[in-house]
């Protein structure tokens, strides 16, 4: 009786192996992705719980605090029960603690002073005149899922407030805050971006 040969060819073992490649590689590359979006979540959120703050600060003093720095005190008399020695309160009396961003997987692609980094955020406090006081704030934070593989699947970018340094009204850096940053191209390197809820009203 003539045997039959059932063993696998070298090409056909070549192309499992192959194939096997090919799967583990595109399942790499979502699991990559997946972590990138999850960072970028978590920088959304950071930057909202900053914000919710930073207008709590505000409501208590009148402006908004020159730098993200806890201890920041701009001393402005805004309120009543406040008018002998200025305001009583720390930006750190609104938040514990500023959020430190997520690492990178990429090198950043925004250039900001360093001044304007606080924990890899980015802010500046603004005025409508050269050093005084802050009646809005400019904040950042650097996505990293942008332009990957020419595609934007997260809508952050179409949410946030694109804002160029030196945009009216308030178009210079408040006393003791580095100056603003930004440019009309933000959404191309992921500068997800706001000003003050309230950035049309001067006190």
């Known amino acids: 009786m003539k045997k039959t040969n059932t063993g696998f060819t070298l090409a056909e073992v070549m192309v499992v192996v192959g194939l096997i490649a090919i799967l583990m ?10 972590r990138i979006r999850t960072r970028d979540n978590l920088r959304v959120a950071d930057i909202q719980s900053i914000r919710l703050a930073l207008e709590q600060y505000r409501a208590s003093c009148g402006v908004f605090p ?59 406090g603004l005025s409508s005149r050269n050093d005084g006081s802050c009646f809005d704030y400019h ?34 850096s408040c006393a003791n805050s580095p100056d603003d940053f930004g440019d009309d191209d933000d959404d191309d390197v992921g500068l997800y971006d706001f000003r003050s809820q309230k950035a049309g009203e001067s006190n």
């Open 25 to 34: 590689t595109l399942l790499l590359i979502n699991i990559s992705r997946n």
């Open 139 to 172: 904040i950042a934070a650097e996505l990293e899922y942008v332009d990957y593989d020419n595609e934007i699947p997260l809508t952050f970018l179409e949410q946030d407030h694109d804002f160029a340094a030196g945009d009216a009204p308030f178009e210079y």
């Open 66 to 124: 020159a730098t993200l720095d806890l201890d920041t005190n701009n001393t402005r008399t805004s309120l009543p029960q406040n008018s002998n020695n200025g305001c009583q309160f720390e930006l750190g009396d609104f938040i514990s603690e500023i959020p430190t961003a997520p690492t990178r997987s990429n090198d950043s692609t925004v250039t900001v002073d360093n001044d304007n980094i606080f924990g890899g955020y980015f802010y500046a």
